[in-house]
């Protein structure tokens, strides 16, 4: 093996299990191959069960080895899979084998980074696997597929070719009469370009739903002292996460746990309660609350009676009136629960579930946009606006702000070729030269 080529890492988890997953990666890994199996003729993705021995024929463990000859591999370069058993001993001794024999252990990211090199991913594929790799929830493994399958990829790659045509027509426009060109080509240009700012500032809507989904949906209870926020907050995790007492003001700080509710992946929050208060500590804790608050993407606003002035609800609040075992209230939009006999409970967790989808509403068969590719969305747009703002007076400046827009899609792919528009011009605008 060649020591600055040839990578190895733990592809499934650290710590004792049935079976553990060690990858290695090079650019000719065949002859070790045959050396691990001990045979002279190998086939490419045939489990080989072998004996796997050290330099001095000492047994290891009993393996399962793979080959996955280059370009079909994940790297797209010569990649081994050995399946051997998931003792943490067995794990570190395979790794001296391979050090040994001139390996040497992966950069975190390392086997992505050489897929991307190699073709075999693009940026907007290598972003859906490690959230696919995080997920923890169904809705959360939906949507990172969607990206590491290449969903989002063909839609970039779409606005991207769709712009750089649109750019090469412009800067061609200059190079010939009127008469040669297709009719009315400065309006269809801007009319496509206008079209393409639409398709991505819809895409850009839809942002605060899929990060929702991707970072947790943040759920806070909010309220004044002693209106039962934590008892309410225990009922939900279904645990006595926080305390729980008489005395006005027991909550100081946020106490915050994650809920799989319907698939989607939800940060509950607990907060001290709202009044006025000269307590240093407790003066912090509000300020806590209305922090919360702000960043919530649901709040639970939770009374004890009906005897404070109630607004109607904003589209991101549920009106919660606990205690209904002492006095049970009916009003519209809002939902009566007792954390004391669990009373509505279930009737709370069905309007939150309700809620949920309402926010989200239909971005999940929407482009799944992280944090990453967000601000170079906002470029694209920029430009594209910029560009369709007016009509063309200028095809230079024009086709500037459509070829930026398509250096930031290119970015997000992570394929950005100076040459593109050339060859562009080339070869869709051959006008008899």
């Not at 990649?79 to 794990?91: F, K, L, M, R, S």
């Not at 819809?202 to 929702?212: G, M, P």
């Not at 970072?215 to 039962?228: D, S």
């Not at 930031?408 to 070729?417: E, F, V």
């Amino acid at each position: 093996m060649n020591n600055n080529n040839t990578i190895f890492a733990l592809s499934s988890g650290y710590g004792k299990a049935g079976v553990a997953v060690i990858r290695i990666s090079g650019s000719d890994l065949s002859k070790e191959f045959k050396k691990i199996i001990n045979k002279k003729i190998t086939k490419p993705r045939y489990a080989y069960f072998i004996n796997l021995h050290d330099d001095t024929s000492g047994l290891i463990d009993q393996c399962i080895a793979i080959y996955f000859k280059t370009p079909n591999s994940f790297t797209g370069e010569d990649v081994i899979e050995i399946h051997c058993h998931g003792a943490p001993a067995v794990v570190q001794k395979i790794f001296e084998y391979l050090r040994k024999n001139g390996a040497r252990m992966a950069n975190p990211g390392e086997f992505s980074q050489r897929a991307f090199y190699n073709n075999k991913m693009d940026l907007t594929e290598v972003d859906g696997l490690s959230a696919l790799l995080d997920a923890r929830t169904d809705k959360q493994r939906i949507l990172a597929l969607k990206s590491m399958t290449g969903f989002d990829s063909k839609i970039y790659e779409s606005w991207r070719s769709h712009m750089i045509e649109i750019s090469a027509y412009a800067a061609a426009i200059l190079d010939y009469e009127e008469d040669e060109l297709p009719k009315n080509i400065g309006e269809k240009l801007l009319s496509q370009t206008k079209n393409l700012y639409n398709e991505i500032t819809t895409a850009l809507s839809s942002y605060a739903s899929v990060h929702a989904i991707r970072k947790g949906f943040n759920i806070v209870l909010v309220g004044e002292t002693n209106v039962g926020k934590s008892s309410i907050f225990n009922k939900l995790v279904g645990s006595a996460r926080a305390i729980v007492s008489d005395i006005p003001g027991t909550t100081r700080d946020v106490i915050s746990t994650e809920l799989d509710i319907d698939g989607y992946l939800v940060n509950l929050s607990d907060t001290a309660g709202l009044r006025e208060s000269n307590d240093i500590i407790e003066k912090i804790g509000i300020a806590k609350t209305h922090t919360e608050t702000e960043n919530a993407n649901l709040i639970l606003r939770v009374y004890s009676d009906n005897s404070n002035k109630i607004n109607s609800p904003a589209e991101n609040e549920i009106i919660v009136f606990n205690k209904s075992d002492l006095n049970k209230i009916n009003q519209p939009n809002s939902v009566s629960v007792s954390a004391l006999t669990g009373d509505g409970i279930k009737e709370l967790l069905q309007i939150i579930k309700e809620k949920i989808h309402l926010l989200i509403g239909t971005s999940e068969s929407d482009l799944v946009i992280n944090e990453r590719t967000y601000s170079l969305l906002n470029d694209a747009a920029n430009n594209l606006k910029k560009a369709s703002k007016n009509k063309i007076i200028n095809y230079d400046i024009f086709a500037e702000h459509v070829r930026n827009s398509a250096d930031s899609i290119g970015k997000i792919l992570g394929t950005i070729n100076a040459f593109e528009v050339a060859d562009a011009t080339f070869k869709q605008l051959c006008l008899g030269k």
